[in-house]
């Protein structure tokens, strides 16, 4: 490649965090390369993400339902002009568009694959076997299944032109197992997330928190994030003082509400909060929790709150899925996948000697830095780029 390059990262819907802050931790580090770095992609909602900064240089292209859905793809292939095309997930929306791409320019093609896409239909048990009635529906009707870009038959197709990508970035084992392609963890930004920066005992005062024990759930509430698991061992503790403070809560369903009418009297939620505020936030805590059971999905993933917990040195609580345990080595604390007793043993175990336990946290915080910084993650992309 040349010194300098553009790279053009494609991302598939906008609207939502299926595939953007995967794709502004491969920016960041992709900018202290050298390179030229632009997001596009989709809106299938009505506006960009939340937590898309205001001031992001974003191009967008309104998603729209096959055959409509062509004329945007259209629109987006001729704004796309980096030197190589980094496709977040084997989507159409993405992954498909830099293929076409590169069907007439061959501009070198990444692909990166977060999650497994087919784990939410069923993987590898998934069939699309409809009737020619069904099939016909499902094409012609302006509400049929496959007018969506999204169907889980395109993501299906997508898995077998992943060998036509130049190169494959995966940030776990089970991924990169299953579908090849050289390991990106993804990065952290351990300056923000620098817990010399913050006084813990101001940011309680500050959201309300002082004279609790917390236990710091920082993520998007969900089934399979095991906080009905947190939930239980703490009405099993039953300490008045240690509550579970969920930050921001859920833009997708009313599960954080489902949890609030039974555990309510365990459960501080704290309002969302713009990226640059989050580490102010974690420094409240206790413990960080990161409760994931043990699922298709989960074990696909790379929670990216182990890391938020690892970088302001905090004891970090999670369970043995996926390569939770290879992330946090010997610096957390880890209990079984859907064991309420398990996991109250160790909420337990670290109040018992929490000056041991942050010692620890303090060690989870050299560890991020080595591995899970974006200077981490830039070393590896830099080797991936250099092989184009």
Not at 159 to 170: C, L, M, P, S
Not at 211 to 238: H, S, T
Not at 322 to 351: K, V
Request: hydrophobic share 40%; with cysteine; net charge neutral.
């Amino acid at each position: 490649m040349k010194e300098k390059s553009k790279i053009s990262i494609l991302v598939w819907n906008l609207s939502t965090n299926d595939g953007y802050i995967r794709a502004s931790l491969l920016q960041k580090s992709l900018l202290q390369l050298g390179f030229e770095v632009e997001i596009l992609g989709f809106l299938f909602g009505k506006e960009l993400y939340a937590a898309i900064p205001t001031d992001a240089k974003i191009y967008t292209v309104e998603g729209k339902k096959y055959p409509d859905f062509f004329k945007s793809i259209g629109q987006i292939l001729k704004r796309i002009d980096g030197d190589i095309i980094y496709a977040i997930k084997p989507q159409p929306a993405s992954f498909g568009v830099a293929l076409l791409k590169k069907l007439y320019t061959r501009q070198p093609v990444i692909l990166d694959i977060d999650d497994w896409e087919m784990s939410w239909y069923g993987g590898d048990d998934w069939r699309y076997r409809p009737t020619f009635k069904q099939l016909a529906r499902d094409l012609i009707k302006s509400n049929g299944a496959l007018r969506s870009p999204s169907h889980p038959l395109y993501l299906k197709w997508m898995e077998g032109f992943i060998n036509q990508a130049d190169a494959v970035t995966v940030h776990n084992q089970f991924l990169q197992q299953r579908f090849g392609g050289v390991f990106v963890p993804n990065g952290k930004d351990t300056y923000l997330f620098d817990p010399s920066r913050y006084d813990s005992n101001a940011s309680r005062i500050r959201y309300g928190l002082s004279g609790y024990k917390i236990l710091m759930f920082p993520g998007v509430p969900r089934p399979y994030k095991g906080l009905e698991d947190i939930l239980m061992a703490v009405e099993k503790i039953n300490q008045p003082d240690l509550k579970l403070v969920i930050v921001g809560g859920s833009p997708y369903d009313n599960y954080d509400h489902q949890l609030q009418e039974k555990w309510g009297n365990w459960i501080i939620k704290l309002p969302k909060f713009s990226a640059d505020l989050m580490p102010d936030v974690v420094a409240a805590a206790h413990i960080v929790v990161v409760p994931q059971r043990d699922t298709p999905e989960t074990r696909a993933q790379f929670p990216l709150k182990l890391t938020d917990g690892m970088a302001m040195a905090k004891p970090v609580l999670s369970t043995k899925v996926g390569d939770i345990p290879d992330i946090l080595g010997d610096t957390g604390y880890l209990a079984e996948p859907g064991s309420p007793e398990e996991i109250a043993e160790q909420i337990q175990l670290i109040f018992k000697d929490l000056d041991a336990a942050n010692e620890r946290g303090k060690r989870a915080r050299e560890r991020c830095i080595e591995k899970y910084s974006l200077e981490a993650m830039a070393s590896s992309l830099k080797s991936v780029i250099a092989r184009l």
